[in-house]
């Protein structure tokens, strides 16, 4: 197997040679790669709410921003500054530590688990044993920050919005959760790293979505219940619920609730890249055209290129499904509540278990083509 | 168990049926993507308003001559004519009138029915104030003429999609002399077989 | 002392500072809304305790199963049955407070006899860390099946009680003797599978 580069191993040992003891060097390295993902999950969601905002504008013969920098590109900047100056508003009655703990507590969970989020084979802040498990736990989470938000602001629509957000959320959790149950039993791991590897080797055809063509429209699903956005966005549908648990809050408040959601968004697409459409891995198999080009695979200059190109190709995927998110946003229509709860629990929730039992079998019977 | 089966089997069926309207609402979706964007970017860009275009009433004093009738056809009797009888020369003296735009549908019966042609509608849209009682228009104001938007050197005249040359569906950027599609209203009364009375009134007309 | 030694000291007690506060919090605060909340911040610094002792798997099973899942339902249903309401003092109250007291002394007791007799000497056997899944799957299914089987079983038993509760349409307003409105009912359709209608009246629809 490639091993690609070892960007940790190459930096830890520059520093030893500069002098320092490799215990220092390892702690130097630790926020690095923290930093790093912080500020990329950032910037993606500059990326996804200009893509919002233009897509959807297109979807709608419209122009979207365009005053905003080079073709409306700073649009995103421009509102997170307005919600930065806004003044922070606590309603009177509203519970004040709970008002402000709530946001806090459904974005933390988002960014941690870009942790287990890998962008190369080496290119993960932790590979961790529990990996894709960690992520479905800490999306857990979220509902009771939602929960503390929509109680606390004191509101009968934000409170309805908080329960609303937290039983769609835990409904679809577990059709999601057996979907990638689903995936993890043909890798034999829970390690993202360990997933996108058996998928590799035959590109595109290796991928997922061809042996797990249902969990994979599941998992898609229950992802966008998880994101709230259309058509399950109904904790904070405003013909409904004014903004639901987001009603009363303002300023950076209510921008760390936008910032969770697109994040989210954005998690969502990168874990469907890495279950179902092959990760890092190139449509054509990297290792068969060096082997064509008579290339070694292990030469310097060779493995930054993959490495470049695992990067992109993530990112790539990854935004390719949110586009497909956005054009689904303006195509379905909202489902109302008790269809999103049917939906999830007499629908998703059998489908796969199916799924599950017959990803079962077929390892039984196939183990060569579903993990052995 | 076959009616069990059955009933799967049509489940299944439905769900499917469900996907497939779905990716078709999506196709439609994308379809538009690739759409011109309709947009009329508005303060600097506007369209020009077609003839017969309703916008704000316009009023001209002189004509007036305070018979009311305005008052009469209007749906909820609202221009409010202030006059008195000038017994010396047995004539109405008109004094004020007004109409108030927030309650104006600009229907236009009072424009219709004045017998004297004082009130006409002119291309004006933009009417918005900070306070409502500014709407309510004297006869000063609604003697202003509107500003045209084809003589305002800031914005971009932009023309309606009735008015484009045929097959054209973009205002941007047009040729200067481009010709509206079909006939001018002129042209179709040339073109109308002239019958021979008109004429006559015609010629004696000259 | 290395950093990482340092850093698993300081992890330690703040987690223990947490989850003691936490749960004085649960027991000691009026507002039963904050004490739930605060469940889940114990829980969640108990699934911390885990990562110390480098158990992830059973760290993250902690935030699943109670964090998002029990301390949920927990508020769930604090926020649905929210009815303000002043107790009814209760006679004799304070028998229930000293058996309370009681069994919590006793549990107290139980604990610390099994602190002061547990030998606390570390394991010589090597931690597992990735691969605790594997051990943790060989254990349910070799020396602890019956306890995992029982328990599956109970779970399945509550799925379908919760599934004969949630099938039962309405609930009857009126006790069994009383007389039933006929206008203020609301209507209730019997539930059948379609296959049974089908076979009871088969030329229906034709």
């Known amino acids: 197997m490639n091993q690609g580069i070892d960007l940790q191993g190459s930096f830890i040992r520059a520093m030893v040679d500069l002098g320092l003891s490799p215990g220092v060097a390892k702690t130097l390295w630790l926020p690095l790669p923290m930093v790093v993902i912080l500020v990329a999950a950032t910037v993606s969601i500059f990326v996804t709410v200009w893509l919002e905002r233009k897509i959807s504008a297109a979807a709608q013969q419209r122009i979207g921003p365009e005053y905003a920098g080079p073709l409306g590109t700073l649009q995103a900047a421009a509102d997170g500054i307005k919600l930065i100056f806004k003044e922070d508003i606590t309603p009177a009655k509203a519970d004040p530590w709970l008002f402000t703990l709530g946001p806090a507590i459904v974005v933390i969970p988002v960014f941690l688990s870009f942790l287990i989020v890998p962008f190369g084979q080496n290119m993960v802040i932790t590979d961790i044993g529990v990996g894709i498990f960690l992520w479905i736990a800490l999306s857990s989470i979220a509902p009771i920050g939602l929960l503390m938000a929509g109680y606390s602001s004191n509101n009968k629509y934000s409170l309805l919005g908080g329960l609303r957000a937290a039983a769609q959320s835990i409904s679809y959790e577990i059709p999601m959760a057996l979907a990638v149950l689903a995936v993890v039993l043909m890798s034999n791991s829970l390690s993202t790293i360990d997933i996108v590897n058996q998928q590799s080797g035959y590109g595109i055809l290796g991928w997922n979505i061809w042996r797990q063509p249902a969990g994979f429209l599941i998992f898609w699903i229950a992802a966008l219940a998880e994101c709230e956005r259309l058509p399950f966005d109904l904790p904070e549908a405003e013909e409904e619920l004014v903004a639901g648990y987001q009603t009363e809050y303002t300023g950076m408040k209510f921008g760390l609730f936008y910032v969770g959601s697109y994040v989210n968004l954005v998690l969502s697409a990168l874990i469907v890249s890495i279950l179902y459409l092959g990760g890092w891995e190139f449509p054509v198999s990297v290792t068969w055209i060096s082997g064509l080009l008579g290339i070694s695979e292990t030469a310097p200059w060779l493995q930054v290129i993959t490495a470049a190109i695992g990067i992109m190709m993530t990112v790539f995927k990854a935004y390719a499904l949110v586009f497909i998110a956005i054009l689904l946003r303006w195509t379905v229509p909202r489902v109302r509540i008790d269809q999103l709860l049917d939906f999830g629990w007499k629908f998703l929730l059998p489908v796969s278990l199916v799924n599950l039992l017959l990803t079962a079998a077929l390892k039984l019977t196939f183990p060569m083509a579903f993990g052995g | ?206 | 002392m290395t950093l990482s030694e340092g850093v698993q000291l300081v992890a330690f007690g703040l987690l223990a500072v947490m989850m003691l506060g936490g749960a004085l919090g649960v027991v000691l605060l009026e507002n039963i809304v904050y004490s739930a909340f605060l469940l889940g911040g114990v829980f969640l610094s108990m699934s911390g305790m885990f990562i110390l002792l480098n158990a992830g798997f059973v760290a993250a099973a902690q935030v699943l199963v109670y964090v998002g899942a029990v301390s949920v339902l927990i508020l769930f249903g604090i926020m649905l049955v929210n009815k303000q309401q002043p107790f009814l003092p209760v006679k004799s109250a304070w028998i229930g407070k000293v058996a309370t007291g009681a069994v919590c002394a006793g549990l107290f007791a139980l604990l610390t006899a099994t602190v002061l007799k547990t030998s606390w000497a570390f394991s010589p056997e090597m931690p597992v860390g990735d691969q605790a899944i594997v051990e943790i799957g060989k254990h349910f299914f070799t020396d602890y099946l019956l306890a995992f089987e029982l328990a599956s079983v109970l779970l399945l038993i509550a799925l379908i009680g919760a599934i004969v509760l949630a099938r039962r349409e309405l609930i009857p307003d009126t006790l069994p003797g009383e007389e039933q409105s006929e206008a203020l009912q609301l209507p209730e359709r019997p539930r059948q599978l379609v296959s049974s209608v089908a076979a009871n009246a088969p030329d229906t629809d034709t």
């Open chain 2, 1 to 206: 168990m076959l009616g069990f089966l059955k009933q799967v089997g049509d489940y299944a069926k439905e769900s499917f049926q469900a996907a497939k309207y779905i990716g078709q609402g999506l196709s439609v979706t994308f379809d538009h993507m690739s759409r011109r964007p309709v947009t009329v970017q508005y303060p600097y860009e506007k369209l020009i308003p077609s003839e017969r275009y309703r916008g704000r009433i316009h009023f001209e004093f002189d004509k007036c001559i305070s018979c009311e009738v305005c008052v009469r056809v209007c749906p909820i009797n609202l221009p409010v004519v202030d006059w008195d009888f000038d017994k010396a020369s047995k004539k109405k003296n008109l004094k004020h009138y007004s109409i108030d735009f927030g309650v104006c549908i600009f229907c236009g019966n009072c424009v219709e029915y004045c017998p004297t042609n004082c009130l006409s509608m002119t291309e004006e849209y933009e009417l918005a104030s900070y306070d409502r009682h500014e709407l309510n228009y004297d006869n000063v104001a609604l003697g202003r003429l509107p500003y045209k938007v084809t003589q305002d050197p800031m914005v971009t005249p932009l023309r309606e999609l009735a008015y484009l040359p045929k097959g054209v569906l973009d205002p941007h950027d047009l040729p200067a002399n481009s010709r509206r599609a079909g006939k001018l209203p002129q042209e179709i009364l040339d073109a109308m077989p002239q019958d021979p009375e008109a004429a006559e009134a015609k010629e004696a007309k000259d």
